[in-house]
């Protein structure tokens, strides 16, 4: 069967992808950032994965105020890099991985888990900058996104997060039509930040430290938070933990941290890098 060989989590700033284009990485402001992925591409290399679910949010490429799912998986055979207006450069379209994805919806239904299911998708940022920062020279992996609502009230909470989590684990391991598949799960986003209103350039780093262990020591800590209260304590745009709350979850027993990276600010933002791996 199918198994997922680890868990990566990433910053997805849109900063990061002129950054990037510009060729910053050694720049003061951004060398302590991307140095915390030198550890990752070790990782990369020796687990070599063949695919990525990648859980994160949508900024308004497919869904906005007027029809926001609570959960999205991407079916596609393809997935392109809309343009948002950030002057980001525009990536090749991703190869999507359809056969799993149409596992992955018919089992998250199976367990009750009423998700959108997007034939046609299109990624922004919250994509794209990870993917680029995990395989820089590109060659990345096949995709299959699942969308989170962290964008509009009511969120989908800690805990749903973590069963949706759950449900993917157990999926993937499942998923017998390519038994020597190596899925990586990414969760794109977070860490605390706020961009708007009185509280804008907020950062919590406190709670980010303690969410992080938990991710290893007590991944259910989160779950005991409310929607409201993970805006108070990480902003409103740092409730994007929840992606990395799934993606640990998706790993199913207990883990082992392979690298952690916390850099503050990145554009006024919380950045993290954290990989974790099954313990056994």
Known sequence: MARIVGSIMSTHVPAIANALARHEEADPYWKPFFDGYKEVYAWLDEVRPDVAVIVHNDHGMNFFLDKMPTFAVGCAPEYRHGDEG??????????GRPGLSWHLVEELVADEFDVTTCQEMLVDHAVTNPMKLLWPDGGGVPIVPVTLNTVMFPYPSAKRCYALGEAIGRAVSSYGAEP???????????????LEGRRAGFINKTFDLRFVESLTDDPRWATQFSGEELVKETGSQGVELLMWLTARAALLGNVRRVTWNYHIPISNTAAGTLVLEPAA
């Not at 020597?180 to 706020?194: A, E, N």
């Open 86 to 95: 950030w002057g980001i450069p525009t990536v090749d379209p991703y190869p």
């Open 180 to 194: 020597d598949l190596r899925v990586v799960m990414i969760g794109s986003g977070g860490l605390s930040h706020q």
